[in-house]
């Protein structure tokens, strides 16, 4: 059974620089959410309830939330920084219909990427290897823009992720 996971207590917000654009960054090492969810303090929630993630990681289409948005901020790019090789894959993108003027779509920005090699990928709307035409959301509503585990266990990742965007409304 898929779980959907996000940070504890994070919320919908950007910090601004003086131009209004943001480059919002954050370091997935699933080693130390599994060691940490151990010692009993993970930084993991699901459904705002703090939770410890299983031995084994991430399972197959598991959900992280990554970033948290508030309404109004567009999607101008981004990419992933593998530092320590997963398993296999990861998707990016929005998985619920309502909070993009898209909709859906949980591999919009990246598909079936390969984490299997140090690597730097870019939001191509594909698998990673080239800065190409990418749908640059809008969001309608706070939401959020996940990575979904493409494997049965992803427990050795550890990656550097990052968005560029605005505020538009």
């Given at each position: 059974m898929a779980?959907?996971?996000?940070?504890?207590?994070?919320?919908?917000?950007i910090p601004y620089d003086a131009f209004g654009h943001v480059v919002l960054k954050?370091?997935?090492?699933?080693?130390?959410?599994?060691?940490s969810g151990a010692a009993g303090y993970s930084p993991l929630a699901v459904a705002g309830v703090r939770t410890a993630?299983?031995?084994t990681g991430f399972g197959i289409a598991d959900i992280l939330e990554l970033?948290?948005?508030p309404a109004g901020f567009q999607v101008l790019g981004g990419g992933v920084n593998?530092?320590?090789?997963?398993?296999?894959?990861?998707?990016?993108?929005?998985?619920?219909?309502?909070q993009t003027q898209q909709g859906a779509g949980a591999?919009?920005?990246l598909d079936d990427a390969p984490i299997t090699a140090t690597?730097?990928?870019?939001?191509?709307?594909?698998?990673?290897?080239?800065?190409?035409?990418?749908?640059?959301?809008?969001?309608?509503?706070?939401g959020t823009i996940d990575v979904l585990f493409n494997t049965s266990a992803e427990a050795a990742l550890i990656a550097d992720f990052w968005i560029l965007g605005c505020k538009v409304f």
């Amino acid at each position: 059974m898929a779980t959907t996971y996000h940070f504890y207590k994070q919320g919908y917000a950007i910090p601004y620089d003086a131009f209004g654009h943001v480059v919002l960054k954050k370091r997935l090492d699933v080693p130390a959410l599994i060691a940490s969810g151990a010692a009993g303090y993970s930084p993991l929630a699901v459904a705002g309830v703090r939770t410890a993630l299983a031995d084994t990681g991430f399972g197959i289409a598991d959900i992280l939330e990554l970033f948290r948005v508030p309404a109004g901020f567009q999607v101008l790019g981004g990419g992933v920084n593998v530092v320590t090789v997963g398993t296999d894959s990861i998707d990016m993108g929005v998985t619920s219909a309502t909070q993009t003027q898209q909709g859906a779509g949980a591999n919009r920005f990246l598909d079936d990427a390969p984490i299997t090699a140090t690597n730097v990928l870019m939001f191509d709307a594909a698998d990673g290897d080239a800065w190409t035409t990418l749908v640059q959301d809008v969001y309608i509503t706070n939401g959020t823009i996940d990575v979904l585990f493409n494997t049965s266990a992803e427990a050795a990742l550890i990656a550097d992720f990052w968005i560029l965007g605005c505020k538009v409304f």
